[in-house]
């Protein structure tokens, strides 16, 4: 198992800016995952990305993968207050994608 | 259909107790994961079960256990409680399925959390 890094690790922008958080990870992934917390909340899942995609999109959420830099960013467009959560990353590595393990995340404030 | 649900969503105990606390996946979902949540560690992994077996294990002492029941509800334990137990525990439950010759754990669904405050 492996867990992934996110960076920044906090993040503060204006409502209407982008917000762009990266995932870097060390080993061959089947998929990653991103997530939300929102404060003392269980955490959300927003997106999956698989191995064999470079880039997705999930209404104003678009993440990219580099499996050659083991590397993900996520984008979030026109952000907005109620996006001020915390973003995790989650690989999922091959052959032992039966446990998932978080970073410390990246904490996103969206100030209105 | 409900989510995740666990209880007790907020507890107090004292150093040297021990607590069991408890998580009902999705209808379904047979993979339930633990989680604790503290300020300095983050979120950690605890273990993960699937069909009343644990699969996986994260770093933890064995004063941390838990077990899965044939409904796939769940439950863990901490024993012998110490102040730096106080954190929220998280619960996510999965479907499981078959792809490329193993078995897989789709995205996690996860509860509100149990906090807990050791005094």
């Known amino acids: 198992s492996q867990q992934g890094e996110e960076d920044p690790q906090a993040l503060s922008i204006q409502e209407g800016e982008n917000a762009t958080m990266n995932c870097s990870y060390k080993?061959?992934?089947?998929?990653l995952q991103w997530y939300r917390q929102n404060s003392g909340r269980g955490l959300v899942h927003l997106i999956l990305i698989r191995s064999n995609e470079r880039e997705k999109h999930s209404g104003r959420l678009r993440v990219t993968l580099d499996t050659s830099k083991k590397s993900s960013s996520l984008l979030i467009t026109a952000s907005r207050a109620a996006d001020t959560a915390s973003y995790f990353c989650?690989?999922?590595?091959?052959?032992?994608?039966?446990?998932?393990?978080f970073g410390a995340g990246t904490r996103l404030t969206v100030k209105p | 259909k409900a989510g995740v649900t666990q209880t007790p969503r907020y507890l107090i105990k004292t150093r040297g107790q021990q607590v069991t606390l408890s998580c009902s996946p999705i209808s379904g979902h047979r993979s339930v994961s633990w989680y604790q949540q503290t300020p300095g560690q983050g979120l950690q992994f605890l273990f993960e079960?699937?069909?009343?077996?644990?699969?996986n294990k994260g770093n933890f002492p064995g004063r941390f256990s838990g077990r899965q029941f044939s409904n796939s509800r769940s439950e863990m334990n901490v024993s012998t409680l110490e102040l730096g137990d106080s954190a929220l525990y998280l619960c996510?439950?999965?479907?499981?399925?078959?792809?490329?010759?193993?078995?897989?754990?789709?995205?996690?669904?996860f509860g509100e959390g149990s906090r807990l405050t050791v005094l």
């Open positions: 996510a439950s999965s479907l499981v399925y078959f792809a490329s010759g193993t078995l897989n754990t789709g995205e996690l669904f």
């Open positions: 989650a690989p999922r590595v091959l052959y032992n994608n039966n446990d998932m393990r």
């Open positions: 080993t061959s992934i089947n998929n």
């Open positions: 079960y699937f069909s009343e077996t644990q699969r």
